[in-house]
């Protein structure tokens, strides 16, 4: 069975500190697919980024990078510079191919002025 | 280009009422996904529908709850006797294509609260 683990349930770091969410799966299929969507006050969900099985390259994208590692299962969201407006709930996903993406229960993050 | 529109945004209802929540998918999407977030539980699938037809309804409670999606119109997420352990935020999803590598469209939620 699928399984979306995030061990953080809730982080707070000074503005421009650099801060980790950690995130941790479980599957058994060979092709699956990794999301990080983040979750801002106003409520709606916004898509950050996706990942599958097969492409282990990190990536960056401005301040945020993300390190995937499938030794370890982990797919690891990093903030670089924090700003006020990170402040959110980020949650990670997985979808095992052809079917639904199951969340994390999410990382609330505060970035405190 | 509307994303996907759900309504209401907030709605109040006593127990033993019925909600009904409704779900525009992104013009072009077929695909609806249902999800219930419950404070610090983070979301939890309910549902998967394609225009007439339920695809995976494995995490609907089996009782007081369902779902369609018809030929034309939303999709409405209906729930009977409503309970106050029903309160919650539900968000309505969409793709284009069957999900397992689609990224979700998400709509901004109804909040469900229940007297």
């Known amino acids: 069975a699928q399984k979306v683990t995030q061990a953080q349930t809730e982080i707070s770091v000074v503005e421009k500190e650099d801060v980790t969410l950690d995130c941790v799966y479980e599957?058994?299929?060979?092709?699956?697919?990794l999301f990080w969507y983040k979750q801002p006050p106003s409520g709606e969900l916004v898509f950050l980024i996706r990942r599958n099985s097969f492409d282990e390259q990190n990536e960056i994208s401005g301040r945020y990078s993300w390190n995937f590692q499938k030794s370890t299962s982990s797919f690891n969201f990093t903030i670089t510079a924090s700003q006020v407006v990170d402040s959110a709930v980020y949650f990670c996903a997985l979808s095992e191919a052809r079917d639904k993406i199951i969340f994390g229960k999410g990382t609330r993050l505060h970035i405190l002025p | 280009n509307a994303g996907v529109m759900q309504n209401p945004r907030h709605l109040v209802r006593r127990r033993g009422q019925e909600a009904r929540l409704r779900c525009s998918p992104m013009k072009g999407h077929s695909h609806v996904y249902w999800y219930r977030q419950l404070p610090e539980e983070g979301l939890k699938f309910m549902v998967y529908?394609?225009?007439?037809?339920?695809?995976?309804e494995s995490g609907m409670p089996k009782e007081r709850f369902s779902a369609e999606f018809p030929k034309e119109g939303p999709s409405i997420l209906r729930i009977q006797q409503v309970v106050r352990g029903d309160s919650a935020a539900y968000f309505c999803?969409?793709?284009?294509?069957?999900?397992?590598?689609?990224?979700?469209?998400f709509g901004s939620g109804t909040q469900l609260s229940v007297l």
């Open positions: 529908l394609q225009k007439e037809n339920i695809i995976d």
């Open positions: 599957t058994r299929d060979t092709t699956y697919y």
């Open positions: 999803a969409s793709s284009p294509q069957r999900s397992g590598g689609e990224k979700l469209f």
